[in-house]
């Protein structure tokens, strides 16, 4: 594209072709992507390849090898949702209603990110809460943590949370707030 419009020697499209790996980034930090990005994927897929795959095999070996990464994929996901579906989880946090209703609705993977969120209420400190209509503001910050500030904003008429720490935009995370409820 560059080319097509003769940019080539164009300084500012040289650096901000320069700055390209914080693209992604910015455009995407209030969009939902359950914490996986492009790049861990494609490496977590490669180093699963490399335990089936050597460079001296023939092809018959190649896909047979490529039929074995995919069992061991579907064997790991049938496994997971086993655990899921037919295991106790044992609640730890003293908070054992929030956990067991958080247990019913997300993976264990996600769980245990949740957990820890929940751990975390007993660490909030909130400075100041407000009311307007329909929407409470909170102003938080850890325990131990002055200068960290959050706010986090709730319309009981949509339940919808917004945290200025965005992680429940980009990760799919609960924010500590939703459990000081």
Request: aromatic share 12%; with cysteine.
């Amino acid at each position: 594209m560059v080319e097509s419009f003769g940019l080539e020697n164009n300084e500012w499209i040289g650096k901000t072709y320069e700055k390209r790996e914080h693209w992604a980034n910015a455009y995407l930090c209030d969009k939902f992507c359950a914490g996986v990005r492009t790049t861990s994927r494609c490496e977590g897929i490669n180093s699963t390849l490399k335990k089936f795959i050597r460079s001296g095999n023939c092809l018959l070996e190649l896909v047979e090898n490529l039929d074995r990464v995919v069992k061991d994929y579907r064997n790991n996901e049938f496994m997971t949702n086993f655990k899921c579906l037919y295991s106790e989880l044992v609640m730890t946090t003293g908070l054992e209603s929030i956990e067991k209703a958080v247990s019913k609705v997300y993976t264990r993977e996600i769980f245990f990110e949740v957990k820890k969120q929940i751990e975390s209420v007993a660490a909030l400190i909130v400075l100041h809460s407000e009311s307007y209509g329909t929407i409470q503001k909170f102003m938080l910050r850890k325990f131990r943590r002055p200068r960290r500030v959050y706010t986090v904003l709730y319309d009981s008429s949509s339940e919808n949370y917004e945290c200025s720490c965005k992680l429940w935009n980009s990760l799919g995370s609960l924010v500590v707030i939703y459990f000081v409820q």
